[in-house]
Nanobody, 124 residues
Framework: QVQLVESGGGLVQAGGSLRLSCAAS????????MGWFRQTPGKDREFVAT????????YYADSVKGRFTISRDNAKNMVYLQMISLKPDDTAVYYC?????????????????WGQGTQVTVSS
């Protein structure tokens, strides 16, 4: 099993920045990729970004490309999501997820473990 705990969410004004953190514990060696997703009430969970533990390869949703950066610290089993130029449309609960696949996947069903989420609210 892998446990994931997100932190760093909060309220920020449009144009501001936030950095989300995800602490992974347990059988982290069984996972190869980490991802960030977000969800608003009544909508499906939306892919944001993913990163591969081994080589740091990344992939982003078009909606966040150039504004969000995913990174990882292998020694600490941490994954981060740096968000800049935030917009009200970025308001959502943000989830960290871990996948056993080595592929950089975007579908929620391809991820095996999930955190509880952290709320990000961007005011206009």
């Amino acid at each position: 099993q892998v446990q994931l705990v997100e932190s760093g969410g909060g309220l920020v004004q449009a144009g501001g920045s936030l950095r989300l953190s995800c602490a992974a514990s347990g059988r982290t060696d069984s996972t190869n990729c980490m991802g960030w997703f977000r969800q608003t009430p009544g909508k499906d969970r939306e892919f944001v970004a993913t990163i591969r533990w081994s080589d740091g390869s990344t992939y982003y949703a078009d909606s966040v490309k150039g504004r969000f950066t995913i990174s990882r610290d292998n020694a600490k089993n941490m994954v981060y999501l740096q968000m800049i130029s935030l917009k009200p449309d970025d308001t959502a609960v943000y989830y960290c997820a871990a996948a056993r696949t080595v592929l950089l996947v975007t579908l929620p069903g391809r991820y095996d473990y999930w955190g509880q989420g952290t709320q990000v609210t961007v005011s206009s």
